[in-house]
């Protein structure tokens, strides 16, 4: 089977990436579904959309503030460093992640869009002007804003729209490759889940690489089920063979 996407792989002029929580699953980072998910302890709309921000930014900032204490001593693994080495190896690449961690940036990765954005960077409420804050912890709960009023994770929560210029990017990529591998999502939030269909719809190529089977099991023409760390690793090696 590894052997039949290596030879794929070897063939193939345009790779796109596309990435989710399981990728940073080995560098410690919990993920948000299954059972040890952030979701089984925590209710996804008291914590993640605006209305939950609105009524109570105080707790929703604890949340992230502990996320980002986690993330803060974590780095990225083989599969993140694999995928630098994708972007490397092939002319044409582009990968997308749904992760707010900023692993993939600290590989070095440059073509690339964070479609969910980014737990590191913050974003006025009333401004909506956005900046890098690193500290951790906080200072301040709610963090604030030179201007006085509440910064917010410039991150894309249930409810909100990705922004235009993300999901221009992931088209563009999605319409130009002809091969996908995608690593580490259980492939049921939108618009990301809708992404491999596309690929497949335009002639595309899919692999997907999990611990289990998703949804994107019946549409990928090649499933490899592992850790991500193990498997993006060996199809690199693959290539270079
Ligand atoms: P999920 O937590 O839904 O799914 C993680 C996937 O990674 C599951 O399918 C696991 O089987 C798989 N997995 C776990 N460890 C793995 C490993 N070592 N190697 C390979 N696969 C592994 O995370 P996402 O699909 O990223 O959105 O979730 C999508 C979005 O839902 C997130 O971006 C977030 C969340 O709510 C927002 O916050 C808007």
């Known amino acids: 089977m590894i052997e039949k996407v290596i030879e794929r792989l070897k063939n193939t002029k345009s790779l796109l990436v596309i990435t989710g929580a399981g990728i940073s699953a080995e560098s410690g980072i919990p993920t948000f579904r299954g059972a040890d998910g952030l979701w089984q302890n925590y209710r996804a709309e008291e914590l993640a959309t605006p209305w939950a921000f609105e009524r109570d930014p105080v707790t929703v900032w604890k949340w992230y503030d502990w996320r980002r204490g986690i993330i803060s001593k974590a780095e990225p693994n083989k599969g993140h460093i694999a995928i630098k080495g994708f972007e490397?190896?092939?002319?044409?690449?582009f990968l997308i992640t749904q992760n707010v961690d900023g692993l993939h940036a600290r590989t070095g990765i440059k073509n690339m869009v964070e479609i969910h954005g980014n737990l590191w960077r913050v974003r006025c409420s009333k401004e909506n002007k956005t900046f890098m804050l690193l500290d951790h912890p906080l200072r301040e709960i709610p963090p604030l804003c030179d201007c006085g009023n509440i910064l917010r994770p410039d991150v894309v929560w249930f409810g909100e729209s990705i922004p235009y210029e993300y999901l221009e990017?992931?088209?563009?990529?999605?319409?130009?490759?002809?091969?996908?591998?995608?690593?580490?999502?259980?492939?049921?939030?939108?618009?990301?889940?809708?992404?491999?269909?596309?690929?497949?719809?335009?002639?595309?190529?899919?692999?997907?690489?999990?611990?289990?089977?998703?949804?994107?099991?019946?549409?990928?023409?090649?499933?490899?089920?592992?850790?991500?760390?193990?498997?993006?690793?060996?199809?690199?090696?693959?290539?270079?063979?």
């Open 88 to 93: 490397e190896r092939f002319e044409n690449f």
């Open 169 to 241: 990017k992931a088209y563009s990529a999605i319409n130009s490759c002809d091969t996908l591998i995608v690593a580490g999502t259980s492939g049921v939030v939108y618009p990301v889940a809708s992404f491999p269909q596309m690929v497949k719809d335009n002639g595309g190529f899919v692999i997907e690489v999990n611990i289990e089977a998703t949804p994107i099991s019946q549409i990928a023409d090649i499933s490899l089920f592992g850790a991500s760390g193990d498997i993006l690793p060996s199809l690199l090696k693959g290539l270079a063979g």
